[in-house]
T-cell receptor, first 109, second 119 residues
């Protein structure tokens, strides 16, 4: 299973862009990269996923390195409601999903 | 549409007891996964079920078992509770699970969790 490395925590100012990095150097060629976030006292929620090319949705953008060994989740304009733990999770069809400790994002007003 | 529901929301048990946690998936979803989340850590995968069949199992002892019913709801059972079983138990539903035709693109939708405290 692919392992991930994320910073323990990051801080950002409200209404500024946030770039959350993730290293997944052991990812296989068919593993999708998913990002989920967990707001305080809630279950995780899906943010975005991708395979090789960059992806955008209403919540965020995902930039995937050409060698796929790293990716960056981009929140274009962080709000206080974006304060959460963000998880980067390579997903495959082996049915075992290994989540790391994630990055705690702190948004300063 | 209702999201994923879990019951109960909180539970207090003593060591050695048995507990059953329940999950109802989103309508139309056929796969349910169970996770254990200890405070300060990410979720740990316990089981995934699809169409009543176990599709995957994480590294948990046999004291943990689960099943999925014809209506796709699911139960997680934990026997002989230990203090270390105290955690937030999360249920997630998805269309097919990760062994399905959409594989790694399947998206999981999580319930609010059941907080289990073992004394």
């Amino acid at each position: 299973d692919a392992k991930t490395t994320q910073p323990n925590s990051m801080e950002s100012n409200e209404e500024e862009p946030v770039h959350l990095p993730c290293n997944h150097s052991t990812i296989s060629g068919t593993d999708y990269i998913h990002w989920y976030r967990q707001l305080p006292s809630q279950g995780p929620e899906y943010v975005i996923h991708g395979l090789t090319s960059n992806v955008n949705n209403r919540m965020a953008s995902l930039a995937i390195a050409e060698d796929r060994k790293s990716s960056t989740l981009i929140l274009h304009r962080a709000t206080l409601r974006d304060a959460a733990v963000y998880y980067c999770i390579p997903m495959d069809s082996n049915y075992q999903l290994i989540w790391g400790a994630g990055t705690k994002l702190i948004i300063k007003p | 549409d209702a999201g994923v529901t879990q019951s109960p929301t909180h539970l207090i048990k003593t060591r050695g007891q048995q507990v059953t946690l329940r999950c109802s998936p989103i309508s139309g979803h056929k796969s349910v996964s169970w996770y254990q989340q200890v405070l300060g850590q990410g979720p740990q995968f316990i089981f995934q079920y699809y169409e009543k069949e176990e599709r995957g199992r994480g590294n948990f002892p046999d004291r943990f078992s689960a099943r999925q019913f014809p209506n796709y709801s699911s139960e997680l059972n934990v026997n002989a509770l230990l203090l270390g079983d105290s955690a937030l138990y999360l249920c997630a539903s998805s269309l097919e699970g990760f062994g399905g035709s959409i594989g790694g693109t399947d998206t999981q939708y999580f319930g609010p969790g059941t907080r289990l405290t073992v004394l």
